[in-house]
T-cell receptor, first 117, second 109 residues
């Protein structure tokens, strides 16, 4: 079956522009996660959805970051007024259960590499 | 706050060698620990998931151990191959999912 897909794979934005990153999780997966991965670092948690409910957004670095999953499947991470420090790879992951990915395996997408000039 | 350290940060070994990657974590209140590999430009692939009640888990040439009380896990790779070249990430899972920075492994043909 299809895995987690993300689009676009690469995005270049000028400082101050808004961007939207899309994640298509594995069909039927309850949990969806967004991570930010800076060069040479491990992924850092941004936010977690259980179906359409955003249960944890404690990792979002500022109020310029906004995520949604309105129908409990596809999710969009939006970054407003992008800054250079937002440059990173944004990873999406999904897992079958609604257990915050703790008890079961997370399946990761290939990521979107965002470069802010 | 959970802190995860992976040693070494990078490793290059000739093909065929056995090797050990180390992971330590500060908060032992975890449900399980997972090892992933990450290939350049790609997402993460799960390798092994060890429950907190288990001591080790094996998959093919990979063996992961967990000593929860001391906050340590090791990933043992037997008979390494060039295809094993990747970054290996350790993730102890408690109330938060915290990734280590990874070990960049390069297997020399």
């Amino acid at each position: 079956g299809a895995g987690v897909s993300q689009s676009p794979r690469y995005k270049v934005a000028k400082r101050g522009q808004d961007v939207a990153l899309r994640c298509d999780p594995i069909s039927g997966h309850v949990s969806l996660f967004w991570y930010q991965q800076a060069l040479g670092q491990g992924p850092e948690f941004l936010t977690y959805f259980q179906n359409e409910a955003q249960l944890d957004k404690s990792g979002l670095p500022s109020d310029r970051f906004f995520a949604e999953r309105p129908e409990g499947s596809v999710s969009t991470l939006k970054i407003q007024r992008t800054q250079q420090e937002d440059s990173a790879v944004y990873l999406c992951a999904s897992s079958a259960l609604g257990k915050r990915g703790i008890t079961d395996t997370q399946y990761f997408g290939p990521g979107t590499r965002l470069t802010v000039l | 706050k959970q802190e995860v350290t992976q040693i070494p940060a990078a490793l290059s070994v000739p093909e065929g060698e056995n090797l050990v990657l180390n992971c330590s974590f500060t908060d032992s209140a975890i449900y399980n620990l997972q090892w992933f590999r990450q290939d350049p430009g790609k997402g993460l692939t799960s390798l092994l998931l060890i429950q907190s009640s288990q001591r080790e888990q094996t998959s093919g040439r990979l063996n992961a151990s967990l000593d929860k009380s001391s906050g340590r896990s090791t990933l043992y790779i037997a008979a390494s191959q060039p295809g094993d070249s990747a970054t290996y990430l350790c993730v102890p899972k408690g109330d938060k999912i915290i990734f280590g920075k990874g070990t960049r492994l390069h297997i020399l043909p």
